[in-house]
Structure formats: C-alpha cells, structure tokens
C-alpha cells in the first residue's frame, strides 16, 4: 500500500498505473477518516469491483460551519491507515489543507500550525466555487448547515478530478449528500459511476458514523431510536398508506418516546431530486436528523411503492435463462428479457447500416434510441424507436454479430439504464451476470444460481448432441467453462461474483422443476403470497 499527502505522488502513481494498464479500473472511497465498518463495506465493494482502490483521508474544512466540530471532530490516521492495509487499499491520499487549496486560501496562525487540533480558515474568495441546486441543498440538512453542500461538492469535484476514478463510492446514510453527488455528475457529465453502499448498522440498529465516538454508551442505546422510528414508518407505508403524513406521523411518535434525542427534522422527499412528497408513487425518502447531547445525527431509509423484483444471478451454463423464464409464469412476473434489448440493438445497427467495429458510431447510434416493453406477464413484445422487433430480433444475422454488440462499453451502459427504468415499478424478474449485483442492487430477491463445471459441461455437450461441434469431449468443454468463469469473475467491468445477500441454489442434483419450487418458495417466503 502507498501513501500520498501530494497531488504530484498521487498524479505519478495513477498516471504510471495506467500506463501499465491502459483500461485499468480505479475505485475511489472518499472518506475524512475515523474509519469504521462502514467505511470499510465501502473499501470491500470497491475492492471487489476495481483493480486499484484509492482511499483519501481529508477533514474537509469547506463542510464545516463556524460553530461546527473541524477541531474536534475524531482523528487517529495511525489507525486508518492499518485499516485501510488490512483491507488491501492499494494508495491512500491524506492531504493537507495547503496542498487541496493552496497558500493563498489557507490562513492558520503559527501557534495552530503546531497545534493538535486544526484551526484553519478558507478564503473561499481565493476559490472557484461548486454551486449545487439550492433546492437541494437547502433542505434537510441544508437548513442547519448553511454551506455544508457546496464544501462537500467542491472537495468531491476536486477528488474526482485529482483520481479520476471508473466508480466513487458513497454510503446511503448521507443521502442528500448522495444524491447532490449523483447530480453534479450527471450535470458535468463526468465519466465515473457513483456507486451508493448500504447502511452499516451497530447491533442497535444506530447507523455506524465517525460522530458516534461522541456518543456515552447510555447516549448510544437512546440514539438507537432512530433507527426503530423509521422501522415504525416502513410498517406503516407496508400496512398500505402511502402517504407522508401517516409515516412521518409514526416516526415522530417514536422518537418523542425518548425524551434524551432532540428530533431536528423528519422529512420524507424523493431520493433523486430531494423534493417534498406528499405520496409515494414509486420511491420515498424518509430522513431524520436529531441531537443527543451535543451530537448530531442523521438517518434515513427508503420506501418502495413497488412490485417486487427477483434477480438472478450466476455462472454461464447454469440454467438461469431456462429458469428465470418458468419461474416468471410461476409468479406472474414479467420476465425482463435483458438479451433481447441487447439484440434489438444490434438489429437497428444492421438496419441503419452502422458498423458495429466502429464504437463510435454505435454510441451516437444508441443515443438517440428508446426500447419500449409491454411490462404485461403475458406478453413479449418489444419495440425499438417505435418498430416492433420482437420476432426479427431472432434472426441469425442478429444472432451472429450480438456478442460484438455487448462487448461495447456505450451499449452496456445504455443497457444497464434501460433495464433500471424497466424495474421502476417491479413486478419483474431478470438474469444476466451481474443483475443483482449492478443492475437491481436493491432486488427484493437475489438469487445466485449455479452448478459445477462438471455439470454445466455434461449440460452443454447435451445441447450440442446433434450439432456440427457433436464431436467435442467433455474434457475439453470442462476446461472451456472453468476458463469463461476466471475471466467472468475477474473482468475490469461487473465481474460475476455472488451478492452478499443472495442465495445460492446449487443445482447439480436438482431437475429445472425442482429449482422453481425452491424460487417460488424463496418468493413465498421472502415476499408474501399475495405481493
């Protein structure tokens, strides 16, 4: 592991990395250190997903109010600096302030240049600013902290531009922070994802933050109220009120039966845009920010006015689109046909003439272009700039240039978005790779369906019984698989690998009828019957 405090050392470092490896892939865990079991599901999903994990550790003073913590707010770098080793971060960044915003605007007196705790003042004068969208940012949080957002946008803008990372990772308890993140991206079009990780909980259920070091062990367990307010919420909207007033009503009662945390607001707003809801169409926001003592704290969890999804993942030759078909009649979901969006593209390459060679082309191609489905279990049409190619997308040419067609980096983003906007409202099922890992992270079912190389090798020479390629041995199709799966689970973008929360159905001993039993019975008991 190496560590940097300049911007020229971290430059040289991914600069000589990428020389190396071109199309290398770098994952960037923003952090201002005080590390704990969330910061570190951060640095274990990037590390699963990147060749390079870079770590920054800066107490940004840009986010601070006057009266806020900077001075005091937990440092132990000797420690997140083990952690992140232990961990297996490749290069942790640790600035100063000088070196992310210069001499001119950092002003520090010579008796606090020594000191321990950091009194640093920003001229933001000296500095161009990032202006989010004052909707939202001067909600929620916003309303106490007056400049907290644009500090954050500037300094993550900077990190951005300093590491250029394929994905950024950011936990889901600051949520505003989040979506305002999300937002500037997509606004300055800059080529990384923004990839948001779950909430690390303590045993309480106390979402896990730097600030709980604060916290008394009494001040912790009254804290943990939090967590059971939005609890009471989420069982109202499932009871079936959807609206804010009746969850925002739940967990205002249940944090007013702890006299020791200050409720500061309770809001639930849309995650994406932060506006007001009044109720949930598709997706709410539901936040609360409150102080126990002196410590402020927030939380959040999402409402989901949806049908369900089921995901399914698994290794190539595992049976997951044989599967994922029946188990879509089983449970009267729409089977999410994830190859046919990739063949209806390359039929409108073929139709228009554009080469599939040139990457380009495709992307410009692919730009203009909308797919339309008819979300009914019952149907598979699919139509493409409003031409119906359900039946013309099976036609060998198609089938003959598809692979190419995936390959692209623009079609498989184009894709991956389509599919998101496709499981809006759930009620879908889908299978691919990486579908409950990339696609529907926040599937209400994952399923990992896979079987031995030695069974999925006796499947596939089965299949090619009474074909010209009849002739292979079983040896040699063993050794095909095994291969296909090293370069599934170790390629640079959405590697195969299992979902920490799916599971796995092994299927050697398992007939295809056996396999949607155990689906339809995961459903049943995961989800309800009746959902």
């Not at 865990?29 to 570190?40: D, E, F, R």
């Not at 132990?76 to 640790?94: H, P, S, Y």
């Not at 606090?112 to 920003?122: C, F, G, L, S, V």
């Not at 296909?484 to 799916?502: G, Q």
Request: charged share 25%.
């Amino acid at each position: 592991m190496r560590l940097f405090t300049t911007i020229a050392a971290l430059r040289c470092y991914l600069n000589s990395q990428k020389s190396a490896a071109p199309h290398v892939t770098v994952g960037l865990v923003p952090t201002m250190g005080a590390l704990h079991a969330g910061h570190l599901s951060l640095i274990q999903r990037a590390r699963q997903e990147n060749a390079i994990v870079a770590v920054s550790i800066f107490v940004n003073p840009l986010q601070f109010g006057p009266t806020e913590d900077f001075q005091d707010y937990p440092r132990n770098f000797e420690q997140d600096r083990l952690l992140c080793e232990q961990a297996g971060v490749d290069v942790i960044f640790a600035p100063s302030a000088t070196e992310m915003f210069g001499n001119q605007a950092v002003e520090r007196t010579e008796t606090e240049k020594t000191a321990q705790k950091q009194h640093i003042e920003i001229h933001l004068s000296s500095l161009t600013q990032v202006v989010p969208p004052p909707a939202m940012t001067s909600v929620l949080c916003g309303k106490s902290r007056p400049g907290h957002f644009q500090g954050v946008a500037a300094i993550v803008t900077k990190l951005l531009s300093l590491v250029q990372p394929t994905k950024a990772y950011f936990g889901q308890k600051d949520a505003q922070q989040l979506a305002i993140i999300r937002k500037l991206a997509f606004d300055f079009n800059l080529p990384v994802e923004i990839v948001a990780c779950p909430i690390v909980r303590e045993e309480s259920g106390l979402a896990m933050s730097s600030r709980n070091q604060y916290l008394t062990v009494e001040q912790k367990q009254q804290a943990s109220v939090l967590y059971r307010a939005l609890q009471q919420a989420s069982e109202t909207f499932a009871s079936g009120d959807r609206t804010a007033a009746a969850a925002l009503a739940a967990a205002r009662a249940a944090v007013a039966g702890e006299p020791a945390v200050k409720l500061e607001y309770a809001e639930l707003v849309d995650p994406d845009t932060l506006t007001p809801l009044q109720v949930v169409e598709t997706a709410g926001l539901l936040a609360v920010a409150a102080r126990v003592g002196s410590t402020r704290l927030i939380d959040n969890i999402i409402l989901r006015n949806r049908r369900p999804i089921v995901a399914i993942d698994g290794p190539a030759g595992a049976g997951k689109s044989t599967v994922t078909r029946l188990a879509a009649t089983a449970l009267n979901l729409f089977y999410l046909d994830t190859g046919a969006m990739y063949r209806a593209l390359t039929w409108l390459a073929l139709k228009t003439d554009t080469p599939i060679s040139d990457e380009c082309a495709i992307a410009e191609l692919i730009s203009s272009s909308y797919l339309e489905y008819n979300l009914d279990p019952a149907s598979k049409m699919l139509k493409i700039n409003g031409e119906d190619v359900t039946e013309a997308i099976r036609s060998l040419e198609v089938t003959s240039r598809v692979s190419e067609m995936a390959a692209i980096p623009a079609v498989r983003q184009f894709l991956v978005e389509e599919q998101r906007r496709c499981g809006t409202k759930g009620g879908i099922i889908a299978e691919g790779r990486d579908i409950g890992t990339n696609v529907f992270p926040d599937a209400e079912l994952k399923i990992f369906l896979t079987a031995s190389v030695q069974e999925r090798s006796r499947r596939r020479l089965l299949e090619l019984k009474d074909t010209d390629r009849a002739n292979i041995s079983l040896a040699q199709l063993e050794q095909d698989i095994a291969l296909r799966d090293e370069k599934d689970s170790t390629r640079e973008v959405a590697p195969l690998r299992k979902a920490a929360d799916a599971v796995e159905i092994q299927t050697d001993n398992l007939t295809v009828a056996e396999v949607i039993d155990r689906i339809v019975g995961l459903y049943k008991q995961r989800i309800g019957p009746k959902s």
